[in-house]
């Protein structure tokens, strides 16, 4: 029987874009192959990458914005090399800000490439809330943020006005709310939260700030090379490519990213008002900056864990056992989570308080 799965990632994908993957394993486009044996030079696979492409750029209102998607490999941590290779000039500086355990994997690698300013951080209190009230430096080449903090349950509800170019880690949160994506210089994210499965990341660049770094820029880390070879300028991961085109139609069809936000924010809602009500949980994260997408919580008494464990895995619930670096629970509720598992959840925790 199928589970309710609120894995972090790998994570859901609409039953239908299993469906329709699964049989292009078997036979793609009628073409008497499986898309696993196929050129990715070949006619049909190119339409694939270009409409993934383009659709990418639809759903978040970037089309003629001077804006490129790209579907890159190497996953969302490549680009936190590739980040500073193409920004960070040989003598500047970046800006972090410092959210969570992605975050400052980022940063990390900022700094092997030279001055790295992190100008907030959430480390003092293990990343339950989003810093707030920080200056950027105006002579930044780049501020970098992680939109939502997959493993600790706090997202952005709000972006800083800067006039340096803002870079966004996006991987737990891409196409789950309307924001003003043209705010930002390059977003980017690895495709198994939300979008996909593990093997590709979307990277969608403004052209124009590109260039500026003096460096040499290796090939397969060149932003600009990857938009002139037209996502292709080696094999990209066709299987997560052709998949996570087939998320993105799914996300047309009903209706968009706005569409979206509004089912995420039922989901999340119900949820969290089930962790607020109910005298056994407490949520983890600062209420202001909670996450819609993966929601942590704790049970008040650990003593209470086994019983507790015993009747979500009897309800057919998987995955929600929560991070090592905060513990309890983690219900990742992403855009293919439908509001009838959420539901499941919910009436899991309230048969708890009254067995408990
Ligand atoms: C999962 C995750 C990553 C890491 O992605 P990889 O594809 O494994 O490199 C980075 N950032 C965020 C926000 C994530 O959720």
Redesign the pocket.
């Known amino acids: 029987m199928k589970k309710h799965n609120f894995s972090a990632?790998p994570s859901i994908l609409p039953q239908e874009v299993f469906e329709k993957s699964a049989q292009a394993v078997l036979d793609f486009n009628n073409l008497g192959l499986s898309i696993l044996e196929i050129s990715h030079r070949s006619k049909d696979f190119v339409a694939v990458m270009e409409e993934a492409r383009a659709t990418a750029l639809e759903l978040l209102g970037l089309e003629g914005k001077g804006y490129k998607a790209l579907f890159l490999t190497g996953?969302?941590?490549?680009e936190f090399v590739r980040v500073p290779y193409n920004l960070l000039k040989e003598n500047g500086k970046a800006a972090y800000l410092d959210t969570g355990t992605?975050a400052s994997?980022a940063i990390k690698e900022a700094k092997r490439f030279g001055t790295t300013e992190v100008i907030a951080s959430s480390k003092n209190e293990n990343y339950n809330y989003i810093p707030k009230g920080f200056a950027v430096p105006t002579d930044a080449d780049y501020l970098h943020c992680?939109s939502?903090?997959?493993i600790f349950g706090t997202q952005m509800h709000s972006f800083p006005e800067t006039n340096v170019p803002l870079v966004c880690?996006m991987?737990?949160d891409i196409f789950s709310r309307e924001l003003d994506f043209s705010k930002f210089g390059i977003i980017y994210a690895?495709a198994?939260?939300n979008m996909g499965p593990?093997g590709t990341?979307l990277v969608i660049v403004k052209e124009d700030i590109l260039g500026n770094t003096g460096r040499n820029i290796p090939g397969i880390l060149d932003y600009s090379q990857h938009i002139a070879k037209e996502s292709m300028y080696n094999t990209p991961a066709v299987f997560p490519v052709y998949t996570s085109l087939l998320t993105l139609q799914w996300v047309k069809k009903n209706g968009g990213v706005a569409a979206l936000e509004k089912k995420n924010n039922e989901k999340a809602e119900l949820l969290y008002n089930e962790i607020d009500r109910n005298p056994l949980f407490t949520g983890t994260a600062k209420t202001e900056d909670r996450s819609k997408m993966n929601v942590t919580f704790l049970l008040k008494d650990e003593a209470h864990t086994e019983q507790f464990d015993k009747l979500w895995k009897e309800a057919n619930i998987s995955g929600i056992n929560g991070h090592r670096s905060v513990g309890g629970y983690r219900a990742s509720i992403y855009n293919a989570m439908p509001l009838e598992s959420v539901k499941v959840l919910v009436d899991v925790m309230q048969e708890f308080e009254r067995t408990v």
């Open positions: 990632g996953g969302a941590s490549m992605w994997g992680t939502n903090n997959t880690d991987s737990s690895g198994q939260k593990a990341t």
